[in-house]
T-cell receptor
Framework: GQNIDQPTEMTATEGAIVQINCTYQ??????LFWYQQHAGEAPTFLSY??LDGLEEKGRFSSFLSRSKGYSYLLLKELQMKDSASYLC??????????WGAGTKLIIKP | DADVTQTPRNRITKTGKRIMLECSQT?????MYWYRQDPGLGLRLIYY???????NKGEISDGYSVSRQAQAKFSLSLESAIPNQTALYFC??????????????FGPGTRLTVT
């Protein structure tokens, strides 16, 4: 079967750094996405990794290790507005997205 | 950003009723998708369409049907709604991007309650 694992919930402090992990077991791999979803709203695209390594975009970075079936999203200089769920999704051999259940990130002042 | 719109935004219906959820996009994308989201579960794909004449079942198509009326419109129907179809439904679109990711853009969602 196909499986995406992420922690259910994490808590961090404003101004700090947090790392959200994602491990996957899928039938094939054609890329990994991270999306942000505020409560009651649509998911919005954050990052895409298809090759091993780190992709940096401002305060957000995403890392991929295909051999380990592992990715993480790193958020720096946390702001209250970063309180949201973060969804990991893998594009499988059929080019369909398999989604994790998401990690709810709570930011405390 | 109203590039992908969904109607209605909220709907309460009774068991056995037929209901249609509509999605329109102005992004010019060829690919469109319908997902449902339930608490504690990841987004699950119901149907997807790569162009007007191409419609495919997703992971959980039973109890649902779709219609791609035009490149910009993709409707989801529940022929006879049942309570376990209560969920948040999202429409999404995609097209080939510079990095070939085909990242998906989501509509605002329709919250459907079946009583």
């Amino acid at each position: 079967g196909q499986n995406i694992d992420q922690p259910t919930e994490m808590t961090a402090t404003e101004g700090a750094i947090v790392q959200i992990n994602c491990t996957y077991q899928t039938s094939g791999f054609n890329g990994l996405f991270w999306y942000q979803q505020h409560a009651g709203e649509a998911p919005t695209f954050l990052s895409y990794n298809v090759l091993d390594g780190l992709e940096e975009k401002g305060r957000f970075s995403s890392f991929l290790s295909r051999s380990k079936g592992y990715s993480y999203l790193l958020l720096k200089e946390l702001q209250m507005k970063d309180s949201a769920s973060y969804l990991c999704a893998v594009k499988d051999s059929n080019y369909q997205l398999i989604w994790g259940a998401g990690t709810k990130l709570i930011i405390k002042p | 950003d109203a590039d992908v719109t969904q109607t209605p935004r909220n709907r309460i219906t009774k068991t056995g009723k037929r209901i249609m959820l509509e999605c329109s996009q102005t992004k010019g994308h060829d690919r469109m998708y319908w997902y449902r989201q339930d608490p504690g579960l990841g987004l699950r794909l119901i149907y997807y369409s790569f162009d007007v004449k191409d419609i495919n079942k997703g992971e959980i198509s039973d109890g649902y049907s779709v219609s791609r009326q035009a490149q910009a419109k993709f409707s989801l129907s529940l022929e006879s709604a049942i309570p376990n179809q209560t969920a948040l439904y999202f429409c999404a679109t995609s097209a080939k991007s510079a990095d070939s990711s085909y990242e998906q853009y989501f509509g605002p969602g329709t919250r459907l309650t079946v009583t």
